[in-house]
């Protein structure tokens, strides 16, 4: 029995092999991109999972009430974790963790690089799940210049593991030259793996820290407080008792500021960091916490390899039933000699199943083949033994159940359903007159088109991204941090001597980014961001002075007591006449007034996913700044770079030379969208692919089961073209219902993923009618080919049995 049913099979495959081919090419493509989105997903739901205290392991939120908005934090103040756990058995550990974006430069000799730093208690370790190779964590932490590196950083310094007692430096850090004595290495840990929301280079005791910034405040949110909840303890009850407690303590605090009176606590699981689904800032990554995503991310990829499955399962059951009625006369003998519906089933279903199967196989070739691609895309670090894993065998066997479910059983069942008068009678329905079918063609064809609209719109976002005016040319302007504690103002100076003369460079403005702070004007209080500058800054970014005048050293109070602003600071003060005027700033800046000398063109400081914000501009050469920006020549870039590690290196010798291009850093900030333009744009076309294999599988079939019909239509005179729209009317009636589908759901959509941008480019009609161009244009060459083809044959061939 199982010999015959493995031969009825096997001759039934090689003479449908076309069709077979394009079924299992499409169910392959399908299943490996959602085997892709499987291994995503299955990575981003790891993140953090490692932590031996999980689930036990929280980070402390905190939430306070500002201008009518509810603003959240991933971060605390100093006080917080040493305060709870005094007070509360409930909790078995505390650490604070600062860092994650905080780098510095660390020497050994006269070798220095420029290490992420974190700051933490020395319960680290019993927090944390980070395996040490070298030291003990108890103590490892324990004296304030002790430090813990990971194996990357020995092997970078040292070029060997077993360097415990060895010294480093940290020069010109606050911290370091009021302690007066070197680093020791007091341990060596394993370096953080790739799904960790914690990532460093090396720990620093958080009494490091206090040395230089000592801070007892109850309403400041700037690090990172994790803790160890007991067993038994209850989240609801802790969060109670971190609310009473920071009541209780910090009631002479919150007098003298009333917003602190609506700050309140909560509990964040360690492993809901990474995707955030509770949606709380990471403080600019100062909370130790880097690597954040969001769920929607591998919703939307779980989303398109299950559309694009879907469409290779549509491909399957829309040909495996027309294909099918070729043998409606095998179904019919078979039931009119006493077979039963039940082995009828099993034969075509064991058929389906050989194809998946097949398919199968081909798919997770293509994803051991394509995983680097894929991890190039995805921004990710999957390695092949990942592929092998339990869960990742379950997604396997999970997809060919649904594939044989929904791609083979429908046709099976529906096949085996035909009595043997419909089938011995030449009653039943040929390929491209099946309702269900072409209800599922329509579907198809109206996932491929959103696909070709949401890639369309990506792009458009994109190019408007780097086409937009921001206010300022970022054009050959580099960019060099100058991090510790030095006279930046000398190194601006040293900067502007040693280049004077070369003609690969021109202005080197000082500047500094100083967040919001809050400013004063005519009793009016709101936020500004803050950004030190000085007399280059804006000429050399070609930025437009409206009113006023810029800085200028003819002017020696300009130094101290002048500032430029923006367009939308003036708006937002609501001040008619702002040069001259006067403004507060808060008392980083002193509380004296600072005098309006002009306004600025507005321009783009944040990306264009934010609005334009008041913004002052005091002078860097009194105020201080942390950039070097300098203007090369075009065509000079190679020169210029080596000329300024050489000045920077005699300038500050004892610092790492790094240097970013404005222009790449504001591209940075579009790297997520630019990598869902790629993964999309590759999904449509994917998408694309399989609609046009499965519409030349139908055609081409439906063709065939009328190449009779086909001859005599050429006898009695008709043309190609007739007969090939003839074929076409169906087809294109489904297309655009398919256009018609995608365009309405895509409208809505895509106007949701703009609306996270301030700015952003529109939704022009040609939008739809391009993409629904593209697939009406492939179905018509797809069917007009075949179907000419099928007019151009010898009728005396196709109609001699007749």
Aim: aromatic letters at 12%.
């Amino acid at each position: 029995m199982f010999k015959t049913f493995l031969k009825i099979a096997a001759r039934q495959l090689w003479q449908g092999r076309l069709y077979a081919v394009i079924n299992v090419i499409g169910l392959a493509i399908g299943t490996a991109c959602m085997l892709f989105a499987a291994i995503y997903t299955s990575d981003e739901r790891s993140f953090d999972g490692f932590h031996r205290h999980n689930p036990q392991l929280y980070r402390i939120t905190s939430s306070y009430h500002e201008r009518g908005e509810r603003i959240s934090s991933g971060g605390t103040g100093q006080v917080q974790g040493p305060a709870f756990q005094a007070r509360m058995p409930e909790i078995m550990h505390y650490a604070r963790v600062m860092g994650g974006d905080i780098y510095g430069d660390v020497r050994h000799e006269h070798h220095a690089f420029k290490l992420q730093l974190l700051f933490v208690d020395a319960s680290f370790f019993n927090v944390f799940t980070f395996p040490l190779l070298l030291g003990d964590a108890r103590t490892a932490l324990q004296n304030v210049n002790s430090v813990v590196i990971t194996r990357r950083t020995a092997m970078k310094f040292f070029n060997r593991t077993d360097v415990l007692g060895e010294l480093l430096q940290m020069d010109a850090d606050p911290s370091a030259m009021r302690i007066g004595k070197p680093l020791v290495i007091t341990g060596v840990a394993e370096d953080p793996p790739a799904n960790s929301s914690v990532q460093f280079d090396i720990l620093f005791p958080f009494e490091f820290m206090k040395v230089s910034f000592d801070d007892t405040s109850w309403l400041n949110a700037y690090l990172g407080t994790f803790v160890v909840l007991r067993p038994d303890a209850r989240p609801d009850q802790v969060v109670r008792k971190f609310n009473r407690i920071a009541s209780a303590l910090s009631q002479t605090q919150r007098k003298d500021h009333p917003e602190a009176t609506t700050i309140t606590y909560g509990l964040q699981k360690m492993t809901d960091i990474h995707l955030n689904t509770q949606e709380i800032p990471n403080q600019n990554g100062e909370s130790g916490i880097v690597n954040t995503s969001r769920p929607v991310y591998f919703y939307i990829f779980i989303g398109m390899a299950g559309f694009i499955l879907i469409m290779a399962s549509i491909n399957f059951v829309n040909i495996h039933i027309a294909s099918s009625m070729k043998r409606a006369k095998e179904v019919g003998i078979r039931k009119a000699t006493g077979s039963g519906r039940g082995p009828i089933i099993m034969q075509f279903l064991g058929e389906s199943a050989i194809l998946v199967g097949i398919s199968m196989v081909f798919a997770v070739l293509f994803v051991i083949l394509l995983l680097p691609a894929f991890n190039h895309l995805a921004q990710k670090q999957i390695a092949l033994n990942q592929l092998w894993s339990l869960e990742l065998m379950g997604w396997l066997a999970f997809i060919f159940v649904v594939n044989i479910a929904c791609a083979a059983l429908y046709p099976a069942w529906l096949i085996a359903g035909l009595t043997p008068i419909e089938t011995l009678y030449s009653k039943t329905r040929l390929a491209g007159r099946n309702p269900a079918g072409n209800v599922l063609m329509v579907f198809q064809f109206a996932m491929a088109v959103l696909l070709g609209i949401a890639s369309v719109v990506f792009y458009r976002q994109m190019h408007f991204i780097r086409s937009k005016n921001l206010g300022y040319n970022p054009d050959q302007i580099v960019k060099i941090a100058i991090q510790g504690v030095r006279d930046v103002r000398q190194v601006h100076t040293r900067f502007q001597n040693e280049l004077a003369g070369d003609p690969a460079f021109g202005a080197i403005s000082l500047a500094g980014e100083f967040g919001n702070r809050d400013v004063v004007v005519k009793g009016q209080k709101f936020l500004a961001n803050v950004r030190t500058v000085d007399t280059d800054y804006l000429p050399m970014l070609e930025m437009k002075l409206l009113q006023g005048r810029n800085f200028s050293r003819a002017f020696s109070s300009d130094e101290k007591f002048g500032v430029l602003v923006n367009e939308a600071f003036v708006k937002k003060s609501g001040i008619t006449e702002p040069v001259g005027k006067t403004l507060i700033p808060d008392d980083h800046f002193g509380k004296q007034g600072l005098t309006i000398l002009g306004v600025v063109g507005d321009f783009h400081f944040n990306s264009l996913k934010e609005r334009i914000g008041p913004m002052i501009m005091p002078m860097s050469t009194y105020y201080g700044g942390g950039d070097l920006w300098i203007k090369i020549a075009q065509n000079r870039k190679s020169y210029a770079i080596s000329r300024l590690e050489t000045t920077f290196r005699k300038v500050v010798p004892d610092a790492v030379f790094e240097y970013t291009f404005l222009h790449d850093a504001n591209a940075r900030a579009y790297a997520t969208e630019l990598r869902w333009q790629q993964i999309i744009t590759l999904a449509a076309i994917v998408a694309i692919i399989i609609c046009s294999l499965g519409l030349f599988g139908l055609a081409h079939l439906a063709i065939t089961q009328r190449r009779r019909e086909t001859g005599i239509r050429v006898v009695l005179g008709a043309t190609g073209y007739d007969i090939a729209l003839g074929f076409s009317k169906n087809f294109i009636r489904i297309i655009f219902i398919a256009i018609l589908m995608a365009s309405v759901s895509g409208h809505y959509l895509m106007q949701s993923w703009l609306g996270q941008f301030a700015y952003h480019a529109g939704l022009p009609w040609w939008v739809y009618a391009c993409s629904g161009a593209v697939a009406l244009a492939l179905a018509l060459v797809t069917v007009f080919a075949q179907a000419l083809r099928a007019a151009a044959a010898n009728p005396v061939k196709v109609l001699r049995t007749e």
